[in-house]
């Protein structure tokens, strides 16, 4: 069974940044691609940025040059670095990793982002 635990959401000043990590268990982590998602209230949730199992990113327009995300294969952990964060990326962000051993979509509880303006 794969657990997914994000941590480091909160509250900042619109231009504060924020460091959320998101540790893994019960998967081979390091061959599957991981994804940062977040969910505005009202609003669909929404791909942010994906990092794939040999490094490569990709970003939603909205936060390019701003986020980025990396991973440490040997501690099982995915991080998004989001930077100048504005009342817009206020939301509850979450981990997904598709699992190509079971394949299964999994996610994590979510934690919340909120940008005070």
């Known amino acids: 069974q794969v657990q997914l635990r994000e941590s480091g959401g909160g509250l900042v000043q619109a231009g504060g940044n924020l460091r959320l990590s998101c540790a893994a268990s019960?998967?081979?982590?390091?061959?599957?691609?991981m994804d940062w998602y977040r969910q505005a209230p009202g609003k669909q949730r929404e791909l942010v940025a994906t990092?794939?199992?040999?490094?490569?990113?990709k970003y939603a327009d909205s936060v390019k040059g701003r986020f980025t995300i990396s991973r440490d294969n040997a501690q099982n952990t995915v991080y998004l670095q989001m930077n100048s964060l504005n009342a817009d990326d206020t939301a509850v962000y979450y981990c997904?990793?598709?699992?190509?051993?079971?394949?299964?979509?999994?996610w994590g509880q979510g934690t919340q982002v909120t940008v005070s303006s």
């Open positions: 019960g998967s081979t982590f390091g061959d599957n691609a």
């Open positions: 990092i794939s199992s040999d490094g490569s990113t």
């Open positions: 997904h990793v598709f699992d190509i051993v079971t394949m299964r979509h999994y």
